[in-house]
């Protein structure tokens, strides 16, 4: 896998960071033991290649359009419980920066975490609501999707459309249940508030006229507008194949190979900060990965679980290709092989960041 640096966060993040630096000094032996099933287990994980069975929540605010001359290519869509966005920026990080570990499992699953991280504070930040959705809240999902930042949890419409106009917003009409604000700044954004949901979209990437791009968003989740979910079998699979967890992603291209896509925000070579499918030390052809991660602040230790589905069962990697590159480094890892779809799953804890 090539080397790739991110920015190392504060909390929840920051183990994750802990745990990619520990990575590039970890023996990684890769020991395995083959289960009377087909699973490749390490000790631990589901390996039971049953998937969650729940919709991912990011799925219902995903619609196709959206992503139609977005800087990268294909869809994608990221949910995050904003209790870990919560911890992540209130504790206290080293502030340093780390490599990504040789282990891409949990190199892949640092950088959509931290990318979750600062999509959301970037989608919250830029308007003045962060603390009147803190009172009026609990916020309980942060989604990241379609271009806009969607925060779900239960709201008082009032306090919150009082801290936008006292920030030089200004209400700009209504859609359905959501009464809709501009304001501006170093961008147009608008923002639509209900009791259930606070929906903000700004001008840039894929984004042109930000009050259409939350209009349509709101359509997706009244059915006025066809979700993603419903449109493609493929994505729909890998939406509700691993358990909802704290951080829930999605990268889907129905028409090329995800391992072949460079990241965006790279240098003028291409080396992007963040890792992503292409790191995967994959070379099969796969049509999307969908990704599951518990964290658990007080244990340090941190689950995942990636899914990958792949064109055809002709056109994936073996089971010990996928086995020599993900979870290497787990102190538990299963591997499952189903078909065109295979699951690996590893946890990582304190004895992973002392190796």
Do not use: H
Not at 207 to 212: A, E, G, K, L
Not at 325 to 354: N, Q
Request: hydrophobic share 30%; charged share 25%.
């Amino acid at each position: 896998m090539r080397r790739r640096r991110f920015l190392k966060t504060g909390g929840t993040a920051g183990f994750v960071g802990t745990l990619a630096l520990a990575g590039c000094q970890g023996n990684g032996d890769g020991t395995d033991d083959e289960a009377d099933d087909g699973t490749t287990d390490t000790g631990g994980g589901t390996g039971d290649g049953s998937g969650g069975g729940t919709t991912a929540p990011y799925a219902k605010w995903v619609y196709e359009s959206a992503y139609e001359g977005a800087e990268d290519p294909g869809i994608s869509a990221i949910s995050l419980r904003y209790q870990v966005l919560s911890q992540s920026s209130s504790d206290d990080g080293d502030g340093g920066e780390s490599e990504t570990p040789e282990d891409p499992l949990i190199g892949v699953t640092a950088s959509y975490l931290i990318g979750a991280a600062l999509a959301v504070g970037f989608g919250v930040g830029a308007a003045p609501i962060g603390d009147a959705a803190e009172e009026g809240g609990p916020t309980e999902i942060a989604t990241v999707a379609s271009g806009g930042t969607i925060l779900e949890g239960a709201y008082d419409p009032d306090a919150i459309g009082t801290a936008i106009e006292e920030a030089d917003g200004s209400t700009v009409g209504t859609d359905g249940d959501y009464t809709l604000y501009e304001t501006t700044g170093f961008s147009a954004q608008t923002l639509a508030v209900s009791e259930d949901a606070i929906i903000s979209a700004s001008e840039g990437n894929s984004v042109s006229d930000p009050q259409t791009r939350v209009g349509e968003i709101i359509d997706t989740q009244t059915g006025d507008v066809t979700p993603y979910v419903e449109q493609d079998d493929d994505f729909a699979a890998l939406a509700s194949a691993l358990p909802e967890r704290d951080l829930m992603a999605v990268q889907y291209l129905p028409d090329g190979n995800v391992f072949e896509v460079e990241d965006s925000g790279g240098d003028s070579e291409g080396d992007s900060e963040f890792a992503g499918p292409s790191d995967l030390g994959l070379s099969g052809t796969a049509r999307g990965i969908a990704l599951s991660t518990s964290i658990d602040s007080e244990a340090q230790s941190l689950t995942t679980s990636m899914a990958i589905k792949y064109a055809s069962a002709d056109e994936a990697d073996d089971r010990a290709t996928v086995e020599s590159a993900l979870g290497t480094e787990a102190t538990d890892r299963s591997v499952t092989v189903d078909g065109d779809t295979i699951l690996v799953e590893g946890t990582y804890d304190e004895s992973v960041s002392r190796s």
